[in-house]
C-alpha cells in the first residue's frame, strides 16, 4: 500500500490557556459568555467538543430553576452514554452558589428498560415535584407524543447534540420543538459542536431560529486558549490495495489512537470487520492475551511495548459491554496508560471522552460532515504532555471499473469538502467591513508590521478575541437584524452548504473551462437564496458576499502557506493564515470584492490533492467528472440575466458575447441563452 501523506490541513496554536481557566463562579470562558445569557427563553450554544457546554447547561438551568421560577429541567441527549456527561457535579466546590444533582431514579439513562417504560418515569416526575431529569431524544419524543405539548409546560427544555434534530416534517424531535415554540411556555437550550446536518435540511425554520439568542464560541477561541495542545493535522489520504495489509503506514503505535473502521457496506471494507480488526491487531506486534479485569487486548510490539487496545468491534455484547465499561470508567479518566489504541465501528464518537486521544484514524468517508467533526473532536481534547493531535482520513483510490470509480469520486469530493469545512472551523473569525474614506483603525487589532494604511485594504488581527477585522472595496453590507446575525453567526453553515454542493465543487476542481464567478456569483447566490428565502436581494447579496470572502481568504492563505513551505507539506496555520491573509492583501494593494469573487474556491484544494492521489487515479477522476459535464440550465440562465441586468446598470450596455474578459462573456450567454429559449419557445 502507498500513501501519500500531505496534510490538507495543519494549524498551530498559541497555548495561551484561556480557554481553561476559570473565573470566580467557575466557570470557563465558554461557560461564562453562556451564563450571562442564561435569562433569554431559547438559547443556542454553538461550540466545540471538551469546551464545557454540559456544565454551562447546568449553570444556566440551575439558575432558571432557582431565580426564573421555572418548575423542572429536562436534559435529552440522543444515545444513553452521553446521559453520563450530566452526572452530579459539586459545582460549589469551585464557587458557583448551588451543585448540579441528578437522581438516580431520574437519569434514564441509566436505568433499564424500554422507552415505553421510561415514559411512565417521564410521567411520574413531571407530577414528582424533582429538579431535574435526563433521557435519550427517543424518550422525550414518546413522552411528548403520550402526554402532549401543555404536560411540559413552565419547565427547562435542555436539547444536547442538537444537530441530530431538523425541520423535515420526517423530524418528529423537530415538529416538537416547533410546537413548543409556538406555544411559547417552555425554555429551550439547543446545544451543539457542529451546528450543521449531513443533509442539506435546516435544523430549524428561519422564524424559530430568529427567536434563539445564540452563543458561539468557535474552534479557534477554545483550541487557541488550550495548556497543552498546540498543533493540530487534518488531512484526507489515499490508498491502493488493503487498508488492513499495511495500516502502519498511518498507524503510530506511539501515539494514542481511535481507529474506526470503515462500514460493511462501504468500498473500504472487507465485507468482515472481525477480520480487519484481526489484521490490524497483527500488523501491531504479537497478541499476549485479554486483560482479566478490562477485557482489553494485549499486543507486543517488535519494541517490546505492550499495547493496551480496546476493542468495541466484538458482537459478543458481555466482551463489548466489559472493554466499554472499563474505557468509561471515571477512576481512569486521568490514567495515561490505561488504554493505548481504540478500535470501533460505530461507538466513541459522539460524546465519547478520552482526553489523551492524540490521533482519530478514520477509513472509508463517514455518513455526514457532522459525524467528521464529531470524530475530530475526540482528537481536540487538552491534556498535560498532548502537543499534537491529528485526524486521518484513509480513502481508496478508485479501480479500473467505472462503477469504483464513480464511487471513489464521490467519496473524494466529500472528503475534500470535509477537509475545506474544517480548514473554515478552525480559522479565526471574520469580521467583514467596507473600505471607505473613513475607515481607519480599529483598537485591539494589530495590523502588522506597517501598521493602518488609509491608501489600501488593511488586515487587522486580535489573538485575544480570535478575529479578523478585514476591509473590502465595494462590500455589501447587511441591512436586517437577520442578515446581520448570519453574517455574524453562520457563515460556516452558509459555507458548509456550498462545500456539500456537488457541482460547485466537480466543477471547481476538475472543469478548465470554468469563470470562478460562476460558482462564487451563481452557485453561492442560489444557495444563499434557497437557505434565506426570507431575505431580501440586497440581504442574500451580503451574506453572499460575506460567505465566499471567509471561504477565499482562507484559500488563499494557504495557498501562500503551501508557496512558502520548505518542503510543501505545512499547509494553513495560525501565522500561516495571519501572514498569508496579509500577504495576500498586499500583493493585490486593493482588495475589493470583484477581485475576490475571481477567486476559485477550491484552487488551493486541487493542489493538495494532486499531491495526494496517485496521478493516475487523478486522471480517472478527472475523466469521469469532464464525461457527466452538464449544459446551462434554464435556471442558471435566468440568474446569469438578472447579473446582466446589474452590469448594464453599472456600465451602460449589457456585457458582450466576445468579450475577453470570462464572466462577462459567461453573463451574455446566460442572456442569450434566454433569448433562445424565448424564440424556441415562439415558434411553437
Partial sequence: MTINNVPAVSVTYAQTGGSTKSNELGMRAMQERAYEKRGEQYLLIKSPPASGKSRALMFIALDKLHNQGLKQAIVVVPEKSIGSSFNDEPLSKFGFWSDWAVAPRWNLCNSPGTDGGKVKSVEAFLDSGERVLVCTHATFRFAVEKLGIEAFDDRLIAVDEFHHVSASEDSILGSQLNEFIARGRVHVVAMTGSYFRGDAVPILVPENEAKFDTITYTYYEQL?????LKQLDIG???YSGSYADDILAVLDPNEKTIVHIPNVNSRESTKDKHREVEHIIDALGDW???????????VKTPEGKVLRIADLVDDEAVKRDKVSGALKDPANKNNRDHVDIIIALGMAKEGFDWIWCEHALTVGYRASLTEIVQIIGRATRDAEGKTRARFTNLIAEPDASEAAVTEAVNDTLKAIAASLLMEQVLAPRFNFTPKTPKSGPVEGFDYGEGGYDPDQENIGFSEESGQFQIEIKGLAMPKSKEAERVCQEDLNEVITAFVQDKTAIERGLFDEELVPEELTQVRMGKIVGAKFPELDAEDQEAVRQHAIAALNLTQKAKEAALATSADDTQVSGNTALIDGVRKFAMDVRDLDIDLIDRINPFGAAYKILGKTMNEES???????????????????ARDLARRAVKFKQERGRLPSITSPDAWEKKMAEGVAFLARMKQEAANG
Avoid: H, M, R, W
Avoid at 487557541?224 to 497543552?228: F, I, V, W
Avoid at 492475551?289 to 477485557?295: E, I, K, S, W
Fill in 224 to 228: 487557541n486558549g488550550y495548556k497543552y
Fill in 236 to 238: 484526507y489520504f489515499f
Fill in 288 to 298: 499476549q492475551g485479554t486483560d482479566p479485569a478490562t477485557g482489553f487486548q494485549l
Fill in 618 to 636: 487523478l486522471k480517472q477522476v478527472a475523466a469521469v467528472i469532464s464525461a457527466k459535464k452538464v449544459q446551462l440550465t434554464p435556471e442558471e
